[in-house]
């Protein structure tokens, strides 16, 4: 018996049409895969030695190449698994750090603030640049300013503020949605200077694939933890 010099390669898939072996039975049956895994590529390699024809021996470096191929998958196989391995115990990891969130204020981008029956706001302004003065602007749904803080000379980056709930004219105002916007002397037109709000972290999920941690936050909702400006006590 003859075997072809050409091998297949370690990872060769071979489809076999169920009940076409000896003492199968049934038509139309679905295809069904078999992969030869490495104690099989070996077990064929040998036989295909065994068998060669002595007047046209397997060609030396076709041999070596072979080896070479199994090599390479098995090598891949391993990789994954170890990649595999590292990728459960990040989750894990996350998982763990992810919990110790819980209850901790987290700072995120947000044009609007929720209000809640004698409660107040917190939050904070990307100022551009330094500036002599910024000042935070809190509207009601309809639109109408409802009270004005102003912050003062800030430098470049986050100024905190705090909302106590009260109107501009001392009022407590009603517990609700409310709009926020930001104004900075000094900055150039249509530079935008952002706003932030505080929210408590009331849960974590754990995403799958790309999605990542999603932070439950209260007033503000589901939450991207890739968002999320800060975190506090």
Do not use: C, E
Request: charged share 5%; net charge neutral; glycine share 10%.
């Amino acid at each position: 018996m003859t075997i072809p010099a050409i091998f297949p390669n370690p990872n060769y898939v071979a489809s076999n049409a169920a009940g076409s072996s000896a003492g199968s039975s049934g038509t139309g049956a679905s295809a069904t895969a078999a992969t030869l895994g490495g104690t099989n590529f070996l077990t064929l390699m040998l036989a295909q030695l065994k068998n060669q024809d002595p007047t046209s021996p397997v060609d030396s470096n076709q041999f070596l190449n072979q080896l070479a191929s199994l090599s390479t998958v098995q090598g891949i196989t391993q990789l994954n698994s170890s990649f595999s391995s590292l990728s459960s115990s990040l989750v894990s990891s996350q998982a763990l750090q992810a919990s110790s969130l819980l209850g901790h204020q987290a700072l995120v981008s947000s044009k609007t603030a929720a209000l809640t029956a004698n409660g107040k706001v917190t939050g904070a302004v990307s100022v551009p640049q330094t500036t002599s003065q910024a000042v935070v602007n809190i509207s009601d749904s309809s639109g109408a300013l409802v009270r004005q803080i102003n912050l003062g000379a800030q430098s470049a980056g986050l100024a905190n503020f705090s909302w106590d709930g009260k109107q501009q004219d001392g009022s407590q105002a009603p517990a609700g949605q409310y709009t926020l916007s930001a104004q900075v002397a000094g900055a150039k037109s249509g530079t935008a200077a952002s706003t932030y709000v505080n929210g408590t972290v009331q849960s974590v999920t754990m995403g799958a694939g790309q999605t990542g941690l999603t932070l439950n936050v209260s007033g503000l909702g589901s939450v991207a933890f890739s968002n999320v400006q800060q975190i506090s006590n």
